[in-house]
């Protein structure tokens, strides 16, 4: 069995309850992944933390932030996750171990996936290729939203030729129907959909 790690998507202040752009049993999460995290430490040679990081306005972050019009919930959104704001801070019920690498992502451009995004201290390098030098060859995949950022970080996983697993339990959706078409989407493309 390969070296795995764990990844833990954008469990932020705005995608909490309170937030910007709250997800409903995001601060549940929170909880259960800092619980999981403690008791599983042992299985996990990488833990890795994602974030929103956005510019604020007047940059839209490429078209992700609606300015003008109400927010589609599809593509442009409310203004969320800015750099340096307490929106953009972790949920203060997360816990992460001192070795965590983090992830800022969305730096003025739509990422939804944490291998889009910029490994904090890497130089450039991508999370792919600190994964991959770390020995890692499984990943699993917790946090919000299932529908959204958990399903493309998944997604680019498997093409990154990782092994990738969401623990489904370890994650909050924003809407039912786009998480169906997300899950039955990563389930074709070979990624594992399982509880803790």
């Given at each position: 069995?390969?070296?795995?790690?764990?990844?833990?998507?954008d469990v932020?202040?705005?995608?909490?309850?309170?937030?910007?752009?709250?997800?409903?049993?995001?601060?549940?999460?929170?909880?259960?992944?800092?619980?999981?995290?403690?008791?599983?430490?042992?299985?996990?040679?990488?833990?890795?933390?994602?974030?929103?990081?956005?510019?604020?306005?007047?940059?839209?972050?490429?078209?992700?932030?609606?300015?003008?019009?109400?927010?589609?919930?599809?593509?442009?959104?409310?203004?969320?996750?800015?750099?340096?704001?307490?929106?953009?801070?972790?949920?203060?019920?997360?816990?992460?171990?001192?070795?965590?690498?983090?992830?800022?992502k969305g730096?003025?451009?739509?990422?939804?996936?944490?291998?889009?995004?910029?490994?904090?201290?890497?130089?450039?390098?991508?999370?792919?290729?600190?994964?991959?030098?770390?020995?890692?060859?499984?990943?699993?995949?917790?946090?919000?939203?299932?529908?959204?950022?958990?399903?493309?970080?998944?997604?680019?996983?498997?093409?990154?030729?990782?092994?990738?697993?969401?623990?489904?339990?370890?994650?909050?959706?924003?809407?039912?129907?786009?998480?169906?078409?997300?899950?039955?989407?990563?389930?074709?493309?070979?990624?594992?959909?399982?509880?803790?």
């Amino acid at each position: 069995m390969g070296t795995r790690a764990l990844i833990v998507v954008d469990v932020q202040n705005d995608f909490c309850e309170g937030g910007a752009l709250a997800v409903s049993g995001g601060s549940a999460v929170a909880r259960a992944v800092t619980d999981y995290v403690a008791q599983q430490a042992d299985r996990y040679a990488v833990v890795v933390a994602t974030r929103d990081w956005h510019a604020p306005l007047p940059d839209t972050n490429d078209g992700h932030f609606a300015v003008g019009a109400e927010p589609d919930f599809v593509t442009t959104w409310p203004v969320h996750c800015v750099a340096d704001t307490p929106g953009a801070r972790y949920h203060p019920d997360l816990q992460l171990p001192a070795h965590t690498l983090h992830v800022r992502k969305g730096q003025g451009r739509q990422d939804y996936s944490g291998f889009e995004g910029e490994v904090v201290g890497a130089d450039g390098t991508s999370l792919a290729q600190v994964l991959a030098a770390d020995g890692v060859t499984d990943v699993d995949i917790v946090g919000l939203a299932t529908d959204h950022c958990v399903a493309a970080t998944a997604s680019d996983a498997r093409a990154a030729g990782f092994t990738a697993t969401v623990l489904l339990d370890l994650t909050a959706a924003v809407a039912l129907p786009t998480t169906l078409r997300a899950v039955a989407r990563l389930a074709e493309q070979g990624v594992t959909l399982r509880t803790s």
